[in-house]
């Protein structure tokens, strides 16, 4: 086989393989999205949803695949139905320095309908390595993501604020839901 056939036999490959995975970016619609955090006291427990999350992701729809994902949220978007609770906690993490939190992977592998996204956070000014939990749900047109994940208010320079002299539970939790359409 002659230099040339072979080139031509080559880049026809490589073609065919670019050709064979058809990935896609897709971002979701605000109706489609989703991430709530729970904060724990001793005495109660208080929830907070956002439902201005941008999230987008780099999708293999025929192989049911991730390739990357990446999440934006302002901060003074989270509601727990008190204004005066909500006022305080963005004094806490001084939402007005610090007016996001991000995520963006670095690895995301698939086991069944299970996913492990790894990559880093950034939440008041501090960038850390996280490991997420995730399910995901595919049909012809669109996955939905659901998750949880844990960060800690010290690890991310929080001082953790108290009720009647006793502080919150150190472990902020994060539930998250995205809908990817793709079609």
Known sequence: MNLTRLAFLLFT???FGRAAAQ???VDVKKDDASMTY????????IEAISKE???????????????SVTAQVDVMTFSSGNSNRDSHAMEVIDAITYPYASFESSGITRSGDSLRVTGKVTFHGVTRDVVIPAKSLWSADRVEVTGAF??????????RPSLLLIPVDDELRFTFNAVFKFK
């Open 13 to 15: 490959l490589f073609l």
């Open 150 to 159: 844990d960060l800690s208010l010290k690890a991310h320079s929080i001082d």
């Open 23 to 25: 990935t896609v970016w």
């Open 38 to 45: 729970r904060l724990t006291h001793p005495l109660h427990e």
């Open 53 to 67: 999350v941008e999230y987008r992701a780099q999708l293999d729809p025929a192989k049911h695949e991730f390739i």
